[in-house]
């Protein structure tokens, strides 16, 4: 049974560019949800897609955006890069947005650096 | 304001010794669910333990147990009999209430270093 998977898994990108990341869920999962997580931090939350809509966003500008496919697969999309978005960008996906117990499933990351 | 806190940045133990790594949270929600994490140097999170406020029992799972003190909004994860591939980062998160949209809010993480 395939977990999360992510792609790249490495990817360097000038200021000013445009990048896509992707994300396949574990199978049997509906919601995918994107966390960015800085050098020494923790993960941040950026948004939960559901039934291909986002249904949740953390603090983060418009130039993060997603989609979710059809196959419940995910893309995050990030505009106009600053050398503050390098990070571990982290995908978690779970069966349905259930309760307060739901467990997230995390892929191991895309590691973007912006020079 | 930060709502989970980890004070402690870094952690030693030797190996086969009990580990206890604090967490705090801070919450205005009666309902809200705490997790562990453990983040090898591959990146990937992985979920270790779960404690929902309204259980009356401490959380355990094999070797790991969540010591919860409700009234001191603290959640501390206890790691009996340390085993070298238990050094990783460690994160405690939180889900808040009923329509919290199922988001996680981690705290900054403690490193631990199991020694020989």
């Known amino acids: 049974d395939a977990g999360v998977t992510q792609s790249p898994t490495h990817l360097i990108k000038t200021r000013g560019q445009q990048v896509t990341l992707r994300c396949s869920p574990k199978?049997?999962?509906?919601?995918v949800s994107w966390y960015q997580q800085a050098l020494g931090q923790g993960p941040q939350f950026i948004f939960q897609y559901y039934e291909e809509e986002e249904r949740q966003r953390g603090n983060f500008p418009d130039r993060f955006s997603g989609h979710q496919f059809p196959n419940y697969s995910s893309e995050l999309n990030v505009n106009a890069l600053l050398l503050g978005d390098s990070a571990l960008y982290l995908c978690?996906?779970?069966?349905?947005?259930?309760?307060?117990?739901?467990?997230?499933?995390f892929g191991q990351g895309t590691r973007l650096t912006v020079v | 304001a930060q709502k989970i806190t980890q004070t402690q940045p870094g952690m030693f133990v030797q190996e086969k010794e009990a580990v206890t790594l604090d967490c705090t949270y801070d919450t205005s929600d009666q309902s809200y669910g705490l997790f562990w994490y453990k983040q090898p140097s591959s990146g990937e999170m992985i979920f270790l333990i779960y404690?929902?406020?309204?259980?009356?029992q401490n959380a355990t799972e094999g070797r790991y147990s969540l010591n919860f003190q409700k009234a001191r909004k603290s959640a501390n994860l206890v790691i009996s009999a340390s085993q070298l591939g238990d050094s990783a980062m460690y994160f405690c998160a939180m889900r808040e209430g009923v329509d919290s949209g199922y988001a996680l809010n981690f705290g900054k993480g403690t490193s631990l270093l199991v020694t020989p």
């Open positions: 978690a996906s779970s069966l349905i947005p259930g309760g307060m117990n739901t467990e997230a499933f």
């Open positions: 199978s049997g999962h509906d919601t």
């Open positions: 404690q929902g406020s309204y259980d009356e």
